[in-house]
């Protein structure tokens, strides 16, 4: 089935480093959505790219899909402690399986 | 605008009962999955609803079912709890399938 995947699984900087996940998907997809999840918390959407190459920035972060809309990446800028959480992927199901799926998200901590 | 209403946020059970959990979509929101999540595991799809039909389901055993009413409330049901039950339980709603998905603040199951 189709698979999202998502590098690194963990990730430690210091606070004021720049951090940057990224997204594979097995197949291309209409679109992807990025959600992040704190500690103790649920998972938020942040934001849904569509076009292939697009490129969306909120303050901090930068959400970039591929050219063939297979990956896509997420960059934040000059981390800070509020950015600690998880963050995912997901991409709709292509075979019509499950509504979203989801890759397994990576775990940012922020060391002040 | 209202968000997504899950009840209860924390239940404790013993093993072999059976619990009912309940989710209360956005307004105007058609699509209703359930999710459960593990440490380490990421968001295991569990089950759509859409216009009271299942849509899809993912790839758990018959103890857990679900259902959604006219309302587009929506319940999950697992019976004959098992220890490795225990996780959150995340109710997600949207407009469709593929579209953004909004998350309750889920339900933490722990089966003693």
């Known amino acids: 089935g189709q698979q999202v995947m998502q590098i690194p699984q963990y990730q430690h900087v210091q606070e004021g480093e720049d951090f940057t996940t990224y997204c594979n998907s097995s197949?291309?997809?209409?679109?992807i959505q990025w959600y992040k999840q704190r500690p103790g918390g649920h998972p938020v959407f942040l934001i849904q790219?569509?076009?292939?190459?697009e490129v969306k920035k909120q303050k901090r972060l930068t959400f970039q899909f591929g050219e063939a809309k297979k990956n896509s990446s997420l960059h934040i800028t000059a981390t800070q402690t509020t950015d600690v959480g998880t963050y995912f992927c997901?991409?709709?199901?292509?075979?019509?399986?499950?509504?979203?799926?989801f890759g397994k998200g990576t775990r940012l901590s922020v060391i002040a | 605008k209202a968000g997504v209403t899950q009840t209860p946020r924390y239940l404790i059970k013993t093993r072999g009962q059976q619990v009912t959990l309940s989710c209360s979509p956005i307004?105007?929101?058609?699509?209703v999955s359930w999710y459960q999540q593990t440490p380490g595991q990421g968001l295991q799809f569990l089950f759509e609803?859409?216009?009271?039909?299942?849509?899809n389901k993912g790839n758990f055993p018959g103890r857990f079912s679900g259902r959604q009413f006219s309302n587009s409330r929506s319940e999950m049901n697992v019976s004959t709890l098992e220890l490795g039950d225990s996780a959150l339980y995340l109710c997600?709603?949207?407009?469709?399938?593929?579209?953004?998905?909004?998350f309750g603040q889920g339900t933490r199951l722990t089966v003693v």
């Open positions: 609803y859409f216009s009271e039909t299942q849509r």
């Open positions: 997600a709603s949207s407009i469709w399938s593929e579209t953004e998905a909004f």
């Open positions: 790219l569509v076009k292939s190459g």
């Open positions: 997901a991409g709709p199901d292509q075979s019509g399986n499950t509504p979203l799926v």
């Open positions: 197949t291309t997809l209409s679109n």
């Open positions: 307004s105007g929101h058609r699509s």
